[in-house]
């Protein structure tokens, strides 16, 4: 079945760049046209949506972070990528990778999130 | 950008209780709308899409229905599994955007 596992630091420093990678199981980013997102959730906050990527080109970043993110992909490693930089404590949170349908946007698979945390 | 508002934010209920959730929008998104369950330390699942379509496996008690700006999911004999945050999600726009979330307790 599908899975996605985020990886990368859970540690990062102030104003450094936060790197995430998603990778994709039990499937193939080649096949069939979704949405690939990032979402993070901030302890005690709600869900924020960052941005989304299809393996096709379309990209599509929140335009409250979208001077700091990139989104890419690598279709022959099954992963997509996430880059925040110049991070701050406000960039402590869960974050997720998910699979949405072209649709309605609806996030039906998840990864399991990762904790980053920004501190020296 | 589009603004999700949910009320209540806060919800305390007993286990057999009916409960709705609404979600309204800050302009039209059409029925481009989808609500999610989140339980603490876990990701989130997704329980309606299109407003009223219900996700394959989730339990025919959740049910979801609105259009253009005003939502609602509804819970009808609520589970114990059920107690957790709900939130809904707009896709009408290229930025999509989550609602703050209704934390659903037991009583």
């Known amino acids: 079945q599908v899975q996605l596992q985020e990886s990368g630091p859970g540690l990062v420093k102030p104003s450094e760049t936060l790197s995430l990678t998603c990778t994709l199981s039990?499937?193939?980013?080649?096949?069939?046209?979704?949405?690939w997102s990032w979402i993070r959730h901030p302890a005690g906050k709600g869900l924020e949506w960052i941005g989304r990527?299809?393996?096709?080109?379309?990209?599509h970043y929140n335009p409250s972070l979208k001077s700091r993110v990139t989104m890419s992909v690598d279709t022959s490693k099954n992963q997509f990528s996430l880059k925040l930089t110049s991070v701050t404590a406000a960039d402590t949170a869960v974050y997720y990778c998910a699979r949405a349908a072209l649709g309605y946007g609806d996030h039906h698979y998840w990864g399991q999130g990762t904790l980053v945390t920004v501190s020296s | 950008d589009i603004q999700m508002t949910q009320s209540p934010s806060s919800l305390s209920a007993s286990v057999g209780d009916r409960v709705t959730i609404t979600c309204r929008a800050s302009q039209t998104i059409i029925n481009y709308l989808n609500w999610y369950q989140q339980k603490p330390g876990k990701a989130p699942k997704l329980l309606i899409y299109g407003a009223s379509s219900l996700q394959s496996g989730v339990p025919s008690r959740f049910s979801g229905s609105g259009s253009g700006t005003d939502f609602t999911l509804t819970i009808t004999s609520l589970q114990p599994e059920d107690f957790a945050t709900y939130y809904c999600?707009?896709?009408?726009?290229?930025?999509?955007?989550f609602g703050q979330g209704t934390n659903l307790e037991i009583k």
């Open positions: 039990g499937g193939s980013m080649s096949s069939g046209t979704y949405y």
């Open positions: 990527l299809t393996t096709g080109g379309t990209i």
């Open positions: 999600q707009q896709s009408y726009s290229n930025y999509y955007t």
